[in-house]
């Protein structure tokens, strides 16, 4: 059994039927947390949350999508009737549609912001809301990308939805922290997730290839940035990124670079 550090805290994740969100989810459960799982798929989100319960976690499964405010804030409301307060939320679901920029479809462009920027936005507030109500203080975070570091061709809608949850964070420091509550950002590198994979299937050694550390992040490694963001340990530690990307920001492009061709 591992430590329970997070006995008796309460925790939205959001987007996390499978992926990055599920195993926040399942290691904040696996230490002691009572844990709300939401995922746009309500079958998804009620599997994921019945296999956390099955290696002996807390978890209940709830659908909906994260860019309609109800949802969010029918999330605060349910975690403090189920189990009986609020005081961790990590807005992790985030919608990862990348587009040639000349070509990009306005309704595209409403979605990305509604998803990435208002899902992380209201439920940022309907959790802190609660948590002062409480008194008893609590911690938000944000899930943001390399992508909102460092520009990658076709990504500006996302890069620029993941880049503005940084401000958000930085913004909101000054209005939360009187109230216990800090705000913090994790920046993933490329991350070995159902969606990834099955997107681009040489997706671990293309990776491999051009990240300095040898290999793509996986879930767990951006779970244990998350459980210290969300951890008694991280109390003096607000409005901050880390990018957990093994190097991948800290390089730059070398001579094949893939603008070469698009110059012709
Ligand atoms: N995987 C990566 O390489 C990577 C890299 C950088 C940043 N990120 C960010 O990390 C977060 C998680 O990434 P991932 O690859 O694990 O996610 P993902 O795209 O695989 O989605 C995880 C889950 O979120 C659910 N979801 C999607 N839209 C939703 C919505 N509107 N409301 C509720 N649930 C929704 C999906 O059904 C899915 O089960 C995202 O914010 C993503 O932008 C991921």
């Known amino acids: 059994m591992p430590e329970q550090i997070f006995k008796d805290q309460v925790a939205i994740v959001t987007g996390a039927g499978e992926g990055i969100g599920h195993e926040i ?4 459960a696996l230490q002691g947390a009572l844990v709300l799982l ?3 798929k309500p079958t998804l989100a009620k599997q994921a949350a ?7 976690g807390t978890c209940v499964g709830v659908g909906g999508d994260i860019a309609d405010v109800k949802v969010v804030r029918d999330l605060a409301t349910r975690a403090v009737s189920d189990f009986g307060r609020l005081t961790i939320a990590v807005a992790n679901a985030g919608l990862s549609l990348w587009d040639d920029f000349f ?10 912001l509604a ?3 208002g899902g992380s936005f209201f439920l940022a507030q309907a959790a802190a809301r609660q948590m002062r109500r409480q008194g008893t203080g609590g911690r938000l975070l944000f899930m943001s990308s390399v992508a909102g570091i460092q520009a990658i061709a076709e990504s500006s809608v996302y890069a620029m939805t993941k880049k503005g949850l940084e401000m958000l964070a930085r913004s909101l420091v000054s209005e939360v922290s ?7 950002v994790i920046a993933p590198g490329a991350t070995v997730t159902p969606r ?12 491999s290839h051009v990240t300095p550390t040898g290999r793509p992040a996986y879930p767990i490694d951006i779970a244990n940035a998350a459980l210290f963001f969300l951890s008694p340990a991280s109390g003096h530690i607000t409005g901050q990124t880390l990018i957990v990307d093994g190097g991948w920001t800290a390089t730059s492009p070398e001579p094949q670079s893939q603008f070469a061709d698009k110059t012709k």
Request: hydrophobic residues 35%.
């Open 196 to 207: 990834t994979v099955a997107t681009v299937p040489d997706y671990e050694p293309i990776w």
């Open 178 to 184: 009187a109230h216990g509550i800090t705000v913090n």
């Open 38 to 40: 939401n995922d746009i």
């Open 25 to 28: 989810a399942r290691r904040l």
């Open 115 to 117: 998803v990435n920027l």
């Open 103 to 112: 070509d990009f479809k306005p309704e595209d462009f409403h979605r990305i």
């Open 50 to 56: 019945q296999d956390i319960c099955d290696e002996g």
